[in-house]
Each structure stands twice: as structure tokens, then as C-alpha cells.
């Protein structure tokens, strides 16, 4: 069984970088045709896909987001990271990694595995 676990500040002051870290058992980041995604759901609002990461390595980033999103890997810790600076009030939102055979993520399907997620603020 394939096991996610975001971790992370819970808290950020506007204008700063968001560090996360999504720790993955049970699974290989770098098996073939997987993709690990960041998705975010902010209070009141649908699940927004942020970008992914490919098992080869590869980066996609949702437009609105790119400039700000940086993903990247640590394949001898079978983790996958999210950077996302310049951070205000409308970051605020529950953050979850994801694996699944697509690209982009909006919903969970079948054979999608899902962290449980966590709460980020952003409040000075």
C-alpha cells in the first residue's frame, strides 16, 4: 500500500516561501508512468492542481502558479518537495501530494493514492 505524508510549517508570513515535503512508503517515486502531484484546496473553494512531477523527473506547473512553484525530488529519500514564494492570504488552503497516472489532478480516482493533506496559513 502506498502511503503519503505532507509535512511542514503550518504557519507563513506574507512574502515568505512555503516548504514542503511529501514523504512517500510503500512506492518509488521513480516508478515508470507515476506522476506526483501538489494540489491545494483553499477554505470555501475547490481542489486547485498546482503541478507535478514526473517519475523520470520531469516538471508541470498549473500556469497561474508557475512563476511562483518550484517542485523537485530526493530520490534516496523517495520524497517530493513544493517551494512556492511570495506567499499571501489567498495561499491559505489545505495542501496535499498526490500520486496518479495523470498529469493534472482535480479529483481523486481510482488507483490515485492521496496524502491526508495539511493546513497552511498565511497571516503575519
Known amino acids: 500500500q502506498v502511503q503519503l505524508q505532507e509535512s511542514g510549517p503550518g504557519l507563513v508570513a506574507p512574502s515568505q516561501t512555503l516548504s514542503l515535503t511529501c514523504t512517500v512508503s510503500?512506492?518509488?517515486?521513480?516508478?515508470?508512468?507515476?506522476?506526483w502531484s501538489w494540489i491545494r484546496q483553499p477554505p470555501r473553494k475547490g481542489l486547485q492542481w498546482m503541478g507535478a512531477?514526473?517519475?523520470?523527473?520531469?516538471?508541470y506547473y498549473s500556469p497561474p502558479l508557475k512563476s511562483r512553484t518550484s517542485i523537485s525530488r530526493d530520490t534516496s529519500k523517495n520524497t517530493v518537495s513544493l517551494q512556492l514564494s511570495s506567499m499571501t492570504p489567498e495561499d491559505t488552503a489545505v495542501y496535499y501530494c498526490a500520486r496518479s497516472h495523470s498529469i493534472e489532478v482535480y479529483t481523486k480516482q481510482e488507483d490515485d493514492y492521496w496524502g491526508q493533506g495539511t493546513q497552511v496559513t498565511v497571516s503575519s
Open positions: 512531477m514526473g517519475f523520470d523527473g520531469s516538471t
Open positions: 510503500g512506492g518509488s517515486i521513480t516508478t515508470n508512468h507515476y506522476y
